[in-house]
């Protein structure tokens, strides 16, 4: 291929300048040659004949070319203008248009806006913005607005400032068509009306309760789910303890309700086992054992102690003694052991006399 070098565009070429009273609409021809390179904004430049100071005003090239169509603002009623147009690409601007002369009209009443529509996200609203036309030499005071669906009646008309660039129509009815009137007013009087036409959606199967467009959950539903999600922890740790260490809420409710017994009912039965085995036991009376036997006297024949409370049931040992004949042994054999009971008050019991 083969690379040319980029130049300014030719310049565009005037058809035709409608005139009112304090605008003019100029229809254009794009430039022959663009250049090489597109054309990125166009200029218009306007001027009262016997001036010397031209005004000027930029336009985006996508904009204008779509229509053919610049607007010139500002102008005096009853004035003659020359007007002329170039344009602009990335190497800079191109030649300059021949002037066309015109002359705006006299004070009369504004002309209509024009009106372009924006559905909102939730299908049954829309922003209808007023882009505002000639004024008719005379400021505009304010838009008067009316809509209603095809075939009911008309809603109460809507008063603007003359400022406003748009109007707002919310909580239409759905899959229902729509006219819309607009209608701008000065000195001299009203516009014609300025008509849109234009239909709702479909009611959806489920709308927002906020009544406006999300792109995701709302507040409140993301502060339910959690609040779900912590429930379910409790739950499912008290369900462990549950289980696990015997305790928690599931726990209460099974022992005040089902009658189920405690984590703590088995120790405390055994505590109250122990304390009744206790209380029985010390009411059982003291055995006391004794063994009546013939003590061997001393050699210099010592008395016989009498055994008492502080008296040790075992004997001590004895030394060795000196043998007695069986007979003897026959003699002095002890008396079987005798068991008595008595209470824990009672006095030490006697001792058993001995056998001849």
Not at 11 to 35: H, K, L, N, R
Not at 37 to 42: N, S, T
Not at 209 to 219: C, D, F, Q, R, V
Not at 292 to 317: A, S
Request: proline share 7%.
């Amino acid at each position: 291929f083969i690379l040319v070098q980029a130049d300014t565009p030719s310049s565009p070429s005037i058809d035709q300048v409608e005139p009112y009273s304090s605008t003019a609409q100029v229809q254009f021809d794009e430039p022959e040659a663009t250049g090489g390179v597109p054309i990125l904004k166009y200029k218009a430049e306007w001027r009262a004949v016997g001036e010397e100071v031209w005004h000027s005003k930029w336009y985006d090239a996508k904009e204008a070319s779509m229509e053919g169509i610049v607007t010139i603002v500002g102008l005096k009623p009853e004035t003659t203008y020359a007007v002329r147009l170039a344009a602009l690409n990335g190497k800079g601007l191109g030649e300059i248009s021949a002037a066309s002369e015109f002359k705006t009209q006299p004070v009369r009443e504004p002309s209509a806006p024009k009106l372009e529509g924006q559905m909102g996200e939730d299908g049954n609203s829309i922003k209808v913005n007023l882009i505002k036309q000639d004024d008719g030499g005379s400021p505009i005071r304010h838009y008067l607005v009316r809509y209603r669906a095809l075939s009911s009646e008309w809603k109460p008309e809507i008063r603007l400032p003359s400022g406003s660039d748009h109007v707002m129509l919310k909580s239409l009815d759905w899959n229902a068509e729509y006219e819309v009137y607009v209608v701008a007013e000065n000195q001299q009087g009203k516009s014609k009306a300025a008509h849109f036409v234009f239909r709702t959606s479909a009611q959806p199967t489920a709308i927002p309760a906020n009544g406006s467009p999300t792109s995701g959950l709302s507040t409140g539903a993301i502060v339910g789910i959690l609040i779900v999600i912590f429930v379910l922890l409790l739950v499912v740790v008290d369900i462990t303890c549950y289980f696990l260490n015997k305790c928690g809420l599931f726990m209460c409710i099974a022992v005040n309700l089902c009658g189920k017994a405690g984590p703590g009912a088995k120790g405390k039965d055994m505590e109250e086992g122990k304390a009744a085995f206790s209380k029985d036991e010390s009411k059982e009376p003291i055995v006391e054992v004794r063994t009546e036997e013939e003590r061997t006297p001393n050699h210099d024949g010592g008395k016989h102690t009498e055994p008492n409370e502080t008296t040790p049931l075992t004997e001590p040992e004895k030394g060795p003694v000196e043998a007695k004949p069986e007979c003897q042994e026959t003699e002095t054999k002890p008396a079987p052991a005798e068991v008595k009971t008595v209470p824990n008050d009672a006095t030490q019991t006697k001792e058993n006399e001995s056998k001849a």
